[in-house]
């Protein structure tokens, strides 16, 4: 069935470094791959998202990179600050061909060490 | 992060009684979800609801039940036949942004405890 792999599980910067999230996707038929971010005893929150006929987006301090062909995409995090600490979660999708249904990864939790 | 809410946050209940969370919206949305989130295991889809009337197993349905009778309101029963019901319960709801794209908005979520 389909799934969406995360790595890695827990990941652990100091304040200013960058970090990466990679997610790999099996359903080929996935056209859209958002981010969430659910900080400690609060709900996820959409923070970045990349449709499949884009290879990278950017937003400030975080960008999304997708490679189709490989089936991965991934988070990266520039200049990392003590408010990124979160646990952060991957999703695929085919989109509007079903009613939005997101596939997650199983999270990572990010720790930003001042 | 208003909008869709969640009651109660906290639940507790002895082994063999169905119990059921609610789950309410008033962003109009048609579609409305539900996860479970266990430590290590990210959000895994419980049912999902595109619009009244309709619904679908995700991936761990086995043990609960649904019902979408109005567009603001998706109820999860958790039964006596889920095995391992202990965890924390989190509504979604949704609209397309474009032809793509849905962006799910989550609810505050509850957290189940079974003994």
């Known amino acids: 069935g389909e799934n969406v792999e995360q790595h890695p599980s827990t990941l652990s910067v100091q304040e200013g470094d960058s970090a990466v999230i990679k997610c790999t996707y099996s359903d080929s038929a996935s056209n859209y791959f958002p981010w969430y971010k659910q900080e400690l005893g609060k709900r996820p929150q959409l923070i970045i998202d990349?449709?499949?006929?884009?290879g990278e987006k950017k937003d400030q301090r975080i960008a999304v990179t997708l490679n189709k062909t490989a089936k991965h995409f991934s988070l990266h995090i520039t200049e990392t600050q003590p408010e990124d600490s979160a646990v952060y979660f991957c999703a695929a999708s085919r989109g509007n061909n079903q009613g939005g249904k997101l596939i997650f990864g199983q999270g990572t939790e990010l720790s930003v060490k001042p | 992060d208003g909008g869709i809410t969640q009651s109660p946050k906290y639940l507790f209940r002895k082994e063999g009684q169905n119990v059921t969370l609610s789950c309410e919206q008033n962003l109009n949305h048609d579609a409305m979800y539900w996860y479970r989130q266990d430590p290590g295991q990210g959000l895994r889809l419980i049912y999902y609801?595109?619009?009244?009337?309709?619904?679908q197993k995700g991936d761990i349905a086995e043990g609960y039940s649904v019902s979408r009778e109005k567009k603001e309101s998706f109820p999860l029963t958790v039964t006596s036949a889920q095995k391992n019901p202990t965890a924390f319960y989190l509504c979604?709801?949704?609209?397309?942004?474009?032809?793509?794209?849905?962006?799910?908005?989550f609810g505050p979520g509850t957290r189940l405890t079974v003994t």
């Open positions: 979604a709801s949704s609209t397309p942004r474009d032809s793509w794209s849905y962006e799910q908005y």
């Open positions: 609801s595109q619009i009244v009337n309709d619904f």
């Open positions: 990349i449709r499949s006929n884009v």
